[in-house]
């Protein structure tokens, strides 16, 4: 509080708390925990809030496609991985969104049962790497690898 003569000018500044997840480790690759299962998203959808997406990552929901996998699991073929939408979590999604407080992955209710290989006994906690394949040119990278002697 300042005081300036007779009147008093108070101050105040709200600091809006940043997000914490999803890290970028590596261009378009990032790292967050799962945050849970939801009814609310489809079964080859993972929900992560709206205002991390925005803050924390270039992905675009509804457009781009990520891969998952479990952070520091053995390496699966990237061809036997199938690719995720990525949806927004807003007050359209309620249950989905108090799981992605701070920017944690949702996964649909769906996987519980069927779950593919690469991500088996995942659990609430988990890191996974979320991999941006719209934004990764998958082709020219192959090629490059294919060139090496």
Request: charged content about 25%; aromatic content about 8%; cysteine-free.
């Amino acid at each position: 509080m300042f005081i300036f003569g007779s009147s008093k000018i108070i101050i105040v500044m709200i600091f809006m708390e940043r997000i914490p997840y999803p890290v970028e480790s590596l261009p378009e690759h990032y790292l967050s925990p799962l945050g849970g299962f939801s009814a609310e998203l489809g079964k080859w959808e993972i929900g992560i809030s709206r205002r991390a997406l925005l803050e924390n990552t270039n992905i675009v929901p509804f457009v781009d496609e990520v891969i998952l996998r479990k952070f520091e699991a053995p390496g699966y073929p990237l061809i036997f991985k199938r690719p995720f939408s990525v949806i927004p979590l807003t007050e359209s999604t309620p249950e989905a969104k108090l799981k992605s407080k701070n920017g944690e992955v949702v996964l649909s209710e769906e996987l519980i049962e069927k779950m593919p290989p690469y991500l088996k006994r995942i659990k609430i906690g988990d890191l996974l790497v979320i991999s941006n394949i719209s934004k990764v040119n998958l082709r020219e990278s192959l090629r490059r690898i294919l060139k090496r002697d």
